[in-house]
């Protein structure tokens, strides 16, 4: 019974080899040296494909991987969006690659105050299906701007009023002159799990998980 897990290149594939490796999976496949996009591991069973961050939802739901690896900001996101149908499994959180999805300004707009005053925002974000849930919930009137990448430059250039983006140490934002004005959710990567291989290799699967579970409580 083989299995394919679906990683993204970074630090997902980085904080989660660890995690496989107390599971006793090892990868043999370095990403940054080989091209390849399907890895070997130390099981002839077992393998990883590559993938963009935001396509392993996609990859685990239509069966193209059994299992993988993704942020809750991209799980959410995928959810929520017309293609999400709410058919992944998310047994486990990893507890990596952790960060939060927040709102941020310029220094010199006054977020507050726009916000009391029920003006119109207008926020870039690569994350629209969660901004639009977000600014909802607060009866927050937006225009949301999709971007899909550098979601700093968006306030810097009069794009927009604000940004919906993730932060971690906040770092990206300070070289950038903007401020963090409002924390939405904290962030983690889960394991995610396509629900008729969950079946259908249970047995292939549960011990993996307790596994799994066992190295994520050891850290
Ligand atoms: P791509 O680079 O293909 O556009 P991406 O930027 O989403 O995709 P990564 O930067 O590897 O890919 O991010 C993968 C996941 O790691 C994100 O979905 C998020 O959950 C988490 N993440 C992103 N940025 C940070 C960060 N600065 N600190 C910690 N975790 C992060
Ligand atoms: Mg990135």
Same mark, same amino acid.
């Given at each position: 019974?083989?299995?394919t897990? $679906?990683?993204?290149?970074?630090? @997902?594939?980085?904080d989660?080899?660890p995690?496989?490796?107390?599971?006793?999976? %090892?990868? +043999?496949d370095?990403?940054e040296?080989?091209?390849?996009?399907?890895?070997?591991?130390?099981?002839? &069973?077992?393998?990883?494909?590559?993938?963009?961050?935001?396509?392993?939802?996609?990859y685990?739901?239509?069966?193209?991987?059994?299992?993988?690896?993704?942020?809750?900001?991209?799980?959410? %996101?995928?959810?929520?969006?017309?293609y999400?149908?709410? *058919?992944?499994?998310?047994?486990l &959180?990893?507890? @990596? *690659?952790?960060?939060?999805l927040?709102?941020?300004?310029?220094?010199?707009?006054?977020?507050?105050? =726009?916000?009391r005053?029920?003006?119109? @925002?207008?926020?870039?974000?690569?994350?629209?299906?969660?901004?639009?849930?977000?600014?909802? !919930? #607060?009866?927050v009137?937006? !225009?949301l @701007?999709k971007?899909?990448?550098?979601?700093?430059? *968006?306030?810097?250039?009069?794009? =927009? !009023?604000?940004?919906? !983006?993730?932060?971690s140490?906040?770092?990206?934002? #300070?070289?950038n002159?903007?401020? %963090?004005?409002?924390?939405? +959710?904290?962030?983690?990567?889960?394991?995610?799990?396509?629900?008729?291989?969950?079946?259908?290799?249970?047995?292939?699967?549960?011990?993996?998980?307790?596994?799994?579970? $066992? =190295?994520?409580? *050891?850290?």
């Open positions: 019974m083989s299995l897990f $679906a990683l993204s290149k970074g630090r @997902i594939f980085d989660t080899l995690l496989l490796k107390a599971a006793g999976i %090892e990868v +043999l370095d990403p040296k080989s091209r390849a996009l399907i890895l070997r591991t130390n099981l002839p &069973d077992v393998r990883v494909v590559l993938v963009r961050a935001s396509d392993v939802p996609t685990v739901q239509h069966g193209g991987a059994d299992v993988g690896v993704a942020g809750l900001d991209v799980l959410l %996101e995928h959810e929520a969006g017309p999400g149908g709410g *058919a992944l499994l998310r047994p &959180d990893l507890q @990596i *690659a952790r960060c939060r927040s709102v941020a300004t310029r220094a010199d707009f006054d977020y507050q105050a =726009a916000v005053q029920g003006a119109r @925002i207008r926020v870039a974000t690569k994350y629209t299906q969660l901004a639009r849930q977000h600014f909802a !919930d #607060k009866g009137h937006v !225009d @701007i971007l899909y990448g550098s979601m700093e430059l *968006a306030p810097l250039t009069g794009l =927009a !009023d604000a940004i919906v !983006d993730l932060v140490t906040g770092s990206t934002l #300070k070289a002159d903007l401020v %963090e004005v409002e924390k939405i +959710l904290p962030i983690s990567s889960h394991l995610v799990l396509n629900p008729v291989a969950a079946k259908l290799k249970r047995e292939r699967i549960r011990p993996l998980l307790s596994s799994l579970q $066992a =190295a994520v409580q *050891a850290r």
